[in-house]
T-cell receptor
Framework: RKEVEQDPGPFNVPEGATVAFNCTYS??????FFWYRQDCRKEPKLLMS???SGNEDGRFTAQLNRASQYISLLIRDSKLSDSATYLC?????????FGAGTTVTVRA | EAGVVQSPRYKIIEKKQPVAFWCNPI?????LYWYLQNLGQGPELLIR????????DSQLPKDRFSAERLKGVDSTLKIQPAELGDSAVYLC?????????????FGPGTRLTVL
């Protein structure tokens, strides 16, 4: 079983729509959690950290459910520029484990 | 502030040839990581350095891969000999200290194609 699993998508949504997706992680002792964004043929970049109480950053909302060991990301009012692959990342013992990514395509 | 620099950006070689990738981390970042990313997958850690010490190389295939960070700044990752399955993007990342709260900043990667 992979340490971090994500629905690969793709999620094809119109501009202005809300899109949400999850990832699950296998290590219950995982210490911290992140969402990274990766554009096509570019490097991953930190989108946001995920806190236990849930957190927002503009149109992006991240949630953590430790009991069920999943993390979610919700994007409101989608923009064309949100089209990317979103990588779920789990931190254990100084090591980041990446999911394979969820691809989101926002269409005009 | 300059980001993580990697070179070359692209490399095409024939199988059994050697290849080397270079990384210059963000100034002041003492932790450096090498990742491998296959198409459609997330990055996978190969090796992590704290200054010049390789503190986690458990995922590095040591029969053909080697890495060094002699002065605790720049790093080189080498493959010898390369195999077809080594075709991937090799990403270098750095962070200011090795803790869960510090962001890892990635370089643009080296896209390796082995023919």
């Amino acid at each position: 079983r992979k340490e971090v699993e994500q629905d690969p998508g793709p999620f094809n949504v119109p501009e202005g729509a809300t899109v949400a997706f999850n990832c699950t992680y296998s290590n219950s002792a995982s210490q911290s959690f992140f969402w990274y964004r990766q554009d096509c043929r570019k490097e991953p970049k930190l989108l946001m950290s995920v806190y236990s109480s849930g957190n927002e950053d503009g149109r992006f909302t991240a949630q953590l459910n430790r009991a069920s060991q999943y993390i979610s990301l919700l994007i409101r009012d989608s923009k064309l520029s949100d089209s990317a692959t979103y990588l779920c990342v789990v931190h254990n013992d100084y090591k980041l484990s990446f999911g394979a990514g969820t691809t989101v395509t926002v269409r005009a | 502030e300059a980001g993580v620099v990697q070179s070359p950006r692209y490399k095409i070689i024939e199988k059994k040839q050697p290849v080397a990738f270079w990384c210059n981390p963000i100034s002041g970042h003492n932790t450096l990581y090498w990742y491998l990313q296959n198409l459609g997958q997330g990055p996978e850690l190969l090796i992590r350095y704290e200054n010049e010490e390789a503190v986690d190389d458990s995922q590095l295939p040591k029969d053909r891969f080697s890495a060094e960070r002699l002065k605790g700044v720049d790093s080189t990752l080498k493959i010898q000999p390369a195999e077809l399955g080594d075709s991937a993007v090799y990403l270098c990342a750095s962070s200011s200290r090795d803790s869960s709260t510090d962001t890892q900043y990635f370089g643009p990667g080296t896209r390796l194609t082995v023919l």
